[in-house]
T-cell receptor, first 116, second 112 residues
Framework: EAGVTQSPTHLIKTRGQQATLRCSPI?????VYWYQQALGLGLQFLLW???????NRGNFPPRFSGRQFPNYSSELNVNALELEDSALYLC???????????????FGEGSRLTVL | ELKVEQNPLFLSMQEGKNYTIYCNYS?????LYWYRQDPGKSLESLFV?????AVKQEGRLMASLDTKARLSTLHITAAVHDLSATYFC????????????FGKGTKLSVKP
């Protein structure tokens, strides 16, 4: 069974540009989570989508946005890129709310964004 | 605001020794998770602890949860080099399900 897949693996952008990262959850999972892992800052929660709706948002500016598609895949968009946006962006998925669910998140390999 | 604190943040061990990593969290939660991350890699789930007093063991690692003390421990027995990695604990925000809030991680280095 395929795990969480993310693309692209690496992305290089310049300041002010926009970046789009994509994530496909494990089959049967309907919740998708995005985390930012910047050097020295640990994992910071960005966004949580469940059944196409945004359920929670971390302490990030509005230029970080995303969406979840009907097939439960998700996109993270970062507008007006800044140097400090350089990080590993991790996507995770889990079973839906309401089902028997340990709450365990399963992570993809990440997309490394470099802003020059 | 939920805060998750791990200590130590860096741990250098000799092979064969025992040690414990501590994870404290600031609000009520009955679910706690431990993950492992190798350099340049993603996070691998190690343990899911779902109730007070839960204890789980896998190989040389054992995790426990005390929800009253808001404390989880990850105990390493007779460390080996392959255990070198960064270990994160995480707590579910909002109770039973939701996004996880992670500690800063404990970077473990096991030396011969």
């Amino acid at each position: 069974e395929a795990g969480v897949t993310q693309s692209p693996t690496h992305l290089i952008k310049t300041r002010g540009q926009q970046a789009t990262l994509r994530c496909s959850p494990i089959s049967g999972h309907t919740s998708v989570y995005w985390y930012q892992q910047a050097l020295g800052l640990g994992l910071q929660f960005l966004l949580w989508y469940d059944e196409g709706e945004e359920r929670n948002r971390g302490n990030f500016p509005p230029r970080f946005s995303g969406r979840q598609f009907p097939n439960y895949s998700s996109e993270l968009n970062v507008n007006a890129l800044e140097l400090e946006d350089s990080a590993l962006y991790l996507c995770a998925s889990s079973l839906a709310w309401g089902q028997f669910n340990t709450g365990e998140l399963f992570f993809g390999e990440g997309s490394r964004l470099t802003v020059l | 605001e939920l805060k998750v604190e791990q200590n130590p943040l860096f741990l250098s061990m000799q092979e064969g020794k025992n040690y414990t990593i501590y994870c404290n969290y600031s609000t009520t939660s009955d679910r706690l998770y431990w993950y492992r991350q190798d350099p340049g890699k993603s996070l691998e789930s190690l343990f899911v602890l779902l109730s007070n007093g839960a204890v789980k063991q896998e190989g040389r690692l054992m995790a426990s949860l005390d929800t009253k003390a808001r404390l989880s421990t990850l105990h390493i027995t007779a460390a080996v080099h392959d255990l070198s990695a960064t270990y994160f604990c995480a707590v579910s925000y909002g109770g039973s399900q939701g996004n996880l809030i992670f500690g800063k991680g404990t970077k473990l280095s096991v030396k011969p």
